[in-house]
């Protein structure tokens, strides 16, 4: 995959995970990222995006001040820190690229990973 996506798994409600988005192909700090989430029965919800300069714009109230993105471009990595999990948060994680500048829509991304699970049970 161009894109990959790391660090799913199951926590329990209240805990946290980092999600890692790197590529084998792409330097990342020439792009924009973002993190998308999709729940089952659900459409996909735009979570963050930190352009290439490194300024991150949030796009999902519901995870205000508990999901953090940011980059390493040393090692070629955006994160996405989440805190305070709950059921809600359950669903499949997603980073993808772009150019020009980070964007609230999902078409707008060119470059997908396969995405990492993320449960929290209820």
């Known amino acids: 995959s161009q894109v990959e996506e790391s660090g799913g798994g199951l926590v329990q409600t209240g805990g946290s995970l980092r999600l890692s988005c790197t590529s084998p192909e792409f330097t990342l700090s020439f792009n924009d990222v973002g993190w998308f989430r999709q729940a089952p029965g659900k459409e996909r919800e735009t979570i963050s995006c930190i352009s290439s300069r490194g300024v991150p714009t949030n796009y999902l109230s519901s995870v205000s001040g508990r999901f953090t993105i940011s980059r390493d471009n040393v090692k070629n990595m955006v994160y996405l820190q989440m805190n305070n999990l709950g059921p809600a948060d359950t669903a499949v994680y997603s980073c993808?690229?772009?150019?020009?500048?980070?964007?609230?829509?999902?078409?707008?991304?060119?470059?997908w990973g396969q995405g990492t699970q993320v449960t929290v049970p209820s």
């Open positions: 993808a690229i772009k150019n020009f500048g980070c964007s609230p829509e999902g078409i707008d991304y060119d470059i």
